[in-house]
């Protein structure tokens, strides 16, 4: 997520700013039935990284914080991070006997002391809370040993106050580390998310002995009841937006902070005790419980196409300096080619194959289907080696094993290389105004060749003399409706250019509003609770509203003096057409729409925009927050008009809408 800066190197040229125009005064609109190209079916999707607690606490349904304790320090207090100890038992995290698995060295080790009263054990307040879920059955399980300690234990889900919602009590404890599972069904709801997952021993039974307990699971019911899969109410609102790319899994995590500490794809594979988990680029460890054979059966479930990143060589070491950045040089390149050639063949080799036979083993004997590679990310940073030999490296190897596969480069573009960048991925995080005045850049972009990947983009700021303002740790913003409409304005864009720019993402994804690294974001979230926001609203909108070709209007979108932004489209299949309009102004402007086919004299409209009732000062600042999650949602209607091929429509100041037309006799003349 470091940030381009493509205006000040001279690959965005600003328009003028544009003046009102308000009623009665109207923009006469023509959508003509001559078609201009297609629009890929990839053109809007998400980018992913776990960042913000996205994966782990977030679209990553286990509800324990540390829950194999990786990633951490044994014997500091910050090993033991959402551990708490019940009625005086003493907690720490060590190393010192034999870990779960090769993989999972750290143990907790409880001592309980030699004169203890009543009940006595630990707890685990999740991420930042627990959601308690009457009629949900929670599957958990656990690892533990000792060697004096033969009793039972009691798990249980309980409010901090201690109310008890779901107990069992579990037997089997031995000298050797043994796997032990339950379920708890709660037959009430908490009232909040206050709440913990409870760990406790009799008392007099444990007095003065000592336990270790590893590899701690609890998950509610997941999206499309997967194993180890995804939280309900996130990834229903992700897959609602009919994504149909998915680039995963970074970003600046892909990278590592070293060589490494790089996400490595064949550790994130296989049983949760086999995966080491690792520091992840934004502070906190990963689990790698999301891990590729997750990603991809989530691709799948979404219905996305997924974009593959892979490492190219270069980790993030120092922010503060990127050309103080570790570069592999190119006569050590190769171990880390071939580890991508496996990763390949993992995914796609048939089960006869070395890794395809490995995939086959943990449950997907069908490959999947992979198209795009990414080579790196943010390469434009560091271009003098990734042009020199990086990426020519990494796509001239694949090529020779998989030559359908397509390259996405990540560095400023260029046919001049061999091989050269045909598909680039390119970043922009800035103003409201910089994406308004920017909805045209692709209007005029050579057609040369080279596609374009908006991998991550996002309106950061209302501040103009500082647009990357919003992008702090510790104060939390929401996308307001102006930056949404901003969005809307260079969508239609990317849209009306579908022909240059291949895919979209806007970025990031999801936030945890208790600990987070960048803000805004598309979805916010705790424990229980999550809010779409209106930038959420917008992609929505435009992805779930899809023409199939793009359509010439009169006047084109670019030669007016007024702040509408529109692309207009026709659907082949459902013979549809669509015009998709933003008006980034604060008045109302009407439209005369002149249709150049026939219709049943009836249209739809999607329209997000400001509550009726809002002050002026709200036009720009309004945001859905978790508090108040729907100030501004999509209000739909229908209207009918006289002649079927003309109508008015008014446009309503600071909003987004998207009309559709069902088309009568709709005759392609381009």
Request: charged fraction near 15%; glycine fraction near 8%; hydrophobic fraction near 40%.
């Amino acid at each position: 997520m470091i940030l381009q800066k493509l205006c000040l190197l001279g690959l965005f040229s600003p328009v003028a700013v544009r003046s009102l125009l308000t009623p009665p005064n109207a923009l006469n609109l023509e959508i003509t039935t001559n078609i201009t190209h297609e629009i890929p079916s990839t053109l809007y999707g998400y980018m992913w990284e776990d960042i913000n607690h996205s994966g782990d606490g977030g679209l990553y349904a286990e509800l324990l914080q540390n829950r194999a304790f990786q990633g951490v320090i044994p014997g500091t207090q910050n090993a033991l991070n959402a551990w708490q100890a019940h009625n005086g038992a003493r907690l720490s995290v060590t190393s010192k006997t034999e870990g779960v698995s090769s993989a999972l060295p750290n143990s907790l080790q409880v001592q309980i002391p030699k004169v203890v009263f009543g009940p006595v054990g630990f707890e685990n307040t999740g991420y930042w809370g627990l959601k308690v879920q009457e009629g949900w059955t929670y599957n958990g399980s656990f690892y533990v040993k000792s060697d004096t300690y033969t009793g039972s234990i009691t798990v249980s889900l309980k409010s901090s106050r201690g109310t008890v919602f779901a107990s069992q009590t579990l037997t089997g404890v031995s000298n050797a580390w043994v796997k032990l599972t339950f379920q708890l069904t709660p037959t009430v709801s908490a009232a909040n998310d206050d709440n913990v997952f409870s760990v406790i021993l009799d008392g007099g039974a444990a007095a003065g002995q000592t336990l270790y307990f590893g590899m701690f699971s609890l998950f509610p019911p997941t999206f499309k009841g997967r194993e180890n899969g995804m939280r309900i109410d996130l990834a229903e609102a992700m897959a609602a937006t009919n994504p149909t790319v998915w680039r995963f899994p970074g970003g600046n995590n892909l990278e590592g902070l070293s060589f490494d500490t790089r996400w490595k794809w064949n550790e994130t594979i296989g049983p949760l005790e086999n995966r080491p988990g690792r520091v992840g680029d934004w502070s906190y460890p990963n689990t790698d419980g999301l891990g590729l054979l997750e990603y991809l059966n989530w691709a799948e479930d979404l219905g996305a196409e997924p974009i593959l990143g892979v490492w190219s060589g270069i980790s993030t070491a120092n922010y503060s300096d990127l050309a103080d950045w570790p570069i592999v040089p190119e006569a050590d390149l190769q171990p880390y080619v071939e580890d991508v050639l496996n990763e390949i063949e993992f995914i796609v080799g048939n089960k006869s194959t070395k890794w395809g036979k490995v995939r086959a083993s943990l449950g997907r004997e069908e490959p999947y289907s992979l198209r795009f590679i990414e080579v790196g990310n943010e390469d434009q940073f560091q271009e003098d080696s990734y042009a020199a030999y990086r990426w020519s490296a990494f796509v001239n190897a694949i090529s020779a094993e998989y030559p359908e596969m397509e390259f996405l480069a990540t560095s400023f573009p260029s046919l001049a290389l061999n091989p050269p960048y045909k598909r680039i991925d390119f970043h922009q995080y800035d103003s409201a105004s910089f994406f308004e005045t920017n909805a045209f850049f692709f209007d005029t972009y050579p057609r040369n060749g080279t596609k374009w990947f908006v991998g991550e983009y996002a309106v950061t700021s209302t501040n103009e003399s500082n647009p990357l303002g919003l992008i702090t740790q510790g104060r939390l913003q929401y996308p307001s409706l102006a930056g949404s409409t901003a969005e809307a304005a260079f969508m239609t864009g990317m849209e009306r250019n579908s022909d240059v720019v291949f895919a979209s993402a806007y970025a990031p994804s999801l936030q945890h509003i208790r600990n987070y690294q960048w803000t805004p974001d598309i979805i916010s979230f705790d424990a229980s609770r999550m809010v779409r926001s209106t930038s959420y609203y917008v992609q929505q909108m435009f992805s779930s509203n899809r023409g199939t070709h793009v359509l010439t209007t009169n006047p084109p979108s670019d030669s007016t003096s007024v702040p509408l932004y529109w692309v207009a489209s026709y659907n082949n299949e459902t013979e549809v057409v669509f015009l998709k309009v933003s008006n980034t102004g604060t008045d109302d402007l009407v439209g005369n729409i002149v249709l150049d086919f026939s219709t049943p004299g009836f249209a739809t409209a999607i329209s997000l925009g400001t509550p009726a009732l809002s002050p002026i000062s709200e036009l720009f600042n309004i945001s859905n927050t978790i508090d108040e999650p729907d100030q501004v949602i999509p209000v739909a209607s229908s209207f009918s008009f006289q002649d079927p091929t003309r109508f008015n429509y008014t446009f309503p100041a600071t909003s987004i809408t998207v009309l559709a037309m069902q088309s009568l006799n709709f005759n392609n003349s381009g």
